[in-house]
T-cell receptor, first 113, second 115 residues
């Protein structure tokens, strides 16, 4: 089955700086790569996703890059703000089902004022 | 985006009793729903896949007799934790997808505490 590895597990950055979270996956059939943000006591919220036919996607301060050959993808948050503090999860659903989310281990991002 | 509603958001039950959690897709038909479990400061672990009108598929290590899943309609799946024990205390989250190649939408989660 799919195996998703995520790092770092914790990340602390100064407000205004950039944050990068990286993930690798094992199933070469995976073709959809979402990123989720989870705030305390809430369900995960989709913040950006990318499909395997593109290498990069950007939405305001958030961007995701994908390297299918190397089977890794990354989340980039620029100009970080206090409200970006949360736990972020990458995911790589198996190729057979985009909605069957297999989560990475999570990254706790803290933004220092 | 589509809305998935989970109820209740919090529940406390006595050890040995059963508790039911509901997951509803409010504005779309969910052919497949998924149930996850999350322990404090851990990731979400997939427990089972629920398909409308058929038996759920459980992940390895998940007791199907302990966690009963019913997906009787295209908008509702339920998870019943039977004979709950304190170690079943956790955050349970559902998600729903409209089809095989569509994204999943997550509920807000249910905090279960067994005392």
């Amino acid at each position: 089955g799919e195996n998703v590895e995520q790092h770092p597990s914790t990340l602390s950055v100064q407000e205004g700086d950039s944050a990068v979270i990286k993930c690798t996956y094992s199933d070469s059939a995976s073709n959809y790569f979402p990123w989720y943000k989870q705030e305390l006591g809430k369900g995960p919220q989709l913040i950006i996703d990318i499909r395997s036919n593109v290498g990069e996607k950007k939405d305001q301060r958030i961007a995701v890059t994908l390297n299918k050959t190397a089977k890794h993808f990354s989340l980039h948050i620029t100009e970080t703000q206090p409200e970006d503090s949360a736990v972020y999860f990458c995911a790589a659903p198996p190729g057979s089902s985009a909605s069957k989310i297999i989560f990475g281990s999570g990254t706790r991002l803290s933004i220092r004022p | 985006g589509a809305v998935v509603s989970q109820h209740p958001s919090r529940v406390i039950c006595k050890s040995g009793t059963s508790v039911k959690i509901e997951c509803r897709s409010l504005d779309f038909q969910a052919t497949t729903m998924f149930w996850y479990r999350q322990f404090p400061k851990k990731s979400l672990m997939l427990m089972a896949t629920s398909n409308e009108g058929s038996k759920a598929t459980y992940e390895q290590g998940v007791e199907k007799d302990k966690f009963l899943i019913n997906h009787a309609s295209l908008t509702l799946s339920t998870l019943t934790v039977t004979s709950a024990h304190p170690e079943d205390s956790s955050f349970y989250i559902c998600s729903a997808g409209a089809g095989v190649n569509t994204e999943a939408f997550f509920g807000q989660g249910t905090r279960l505490t067994v005392v």
